[in-house]
């Protein structure tokens, strides 16, 4: 599909070998956690996922679309302690609020930075977020039962779907195109993605996330108009020019001699 839309270059695929079955259940032991039977067959088959798409603008490749799912020695837990950390140095853990909303109604619980979920990474998204696997509940026992969240680069959490099967459907259908994880936020992809959207429509989009309806986002603004240099030169008023005081007083005592000497040949007459 990618490869017969216009413009689509260099689609490379990397196939990777299957993962040892020893190396999942080393995994298992050290995050105390079991994998979820789907994603634990997925890496069965190949040990990750890796593909990539490219534009041409001006027959230069452009790399755009980016499918990732990281392999099973990188599904690194977020927000684990290192040992090269200072001892007071500020974590994820921190971030955590008693206050924050807990799921009610159609909103699910959202994950714990603390010690209460476990999460890790599968999709670093190309550094706009990052998709990850969340064990919920993990006190005092881990709970089998996992969800794929999309953490933003803001640090809040959204609900992408239950099951990794289904994330990986999400995956493959909107194409691996920038920031596609947005569309299922409050605030949707930026202006620039939803281009992208509009020219590589993913398979399954809701034709109403791109509808011109946030009009306000777009620049309207008219560089012509804006920087248009104005012809109109600005009116100097003239001012009379000053006199020194000393031909000021000189002035005021020739004009009181010639009505003095006017009135004295008037009443000569």
């Given amino acids: 599909l990618l490869e017969t839309s216009p413009g689509v270059a260099e689609v490379t695929f990397v196939e990777k070998e299957p993962a040892e079955r020893h190396t999942i259940i080393s995994w298992e032991q050290k995050n105390s956690c079991i994998l979820p039977e789907d994603l634990k067959n997925f890496y069965l088959m190949t040990d990750g996922f890796e593909m990539t798409w490219s534009v041409k603008t001006d027959d230069t490749p452009m790399p755009l679309g980016s499918m990732v799912i990281n392999s099973i020695s990188q599904l690194c837990r977020l927000g684990g302690s290192s040992m090269y950390t200072l001892p007071n140095a500020p974590t994820l853990a921190d971030l955590e609020d008693d206050t924050d909303e807990e799921g009610n109604g159609d909103k699910p619980e959202k994950p714990h930075f603390d010690s209460r979920s476990l999460i890790f990474e599968l999709d670093p998204c190309n550094g706009n977020g990052k998709v990850c696997l969340v064990y919920k509940h993990a006190e005092p026992v881990v709970s089998p039962d996992t969800e794929i969240w999309f953490l933003d680069r803001a640090l809040y959490w959204h609900f992408l779907t239950k099951t990794f099967t289904a994330y990986y459907r999400l995956l493959i259908t909107h194409l691996g195109l920038p920031q596609w994880q947005y ?87």
Avoid at 184 to 194: D, E, H, I, L, R
Avoid at 241 to 250: H, L, N
């Fill in 183 to 269: 569309a299922f936020t409050s605030y949707g992809v930026s202006p620039q993605a939803k281009q992208w959207f509009n020219m590589y429509k993913p398979i399954t989009i809701n034709t109403a996330l791109l509808s011109e309806e946030a009009d306000s986002f777009v620049n309207k603004l008219d560089p012509n108009k804006v920087f248009k240099s104005k012809n109109k030169t600005p009116v100097l008023k003239k001012k009379p020019p000053s006199q020194p005081a000393g031909s000021q007083k000189s002035h005021t005592s020739m004009t009181s001699a010639k009505t003095s000497s006017l009135a004295g040949n008037s009443s000569k007459k």
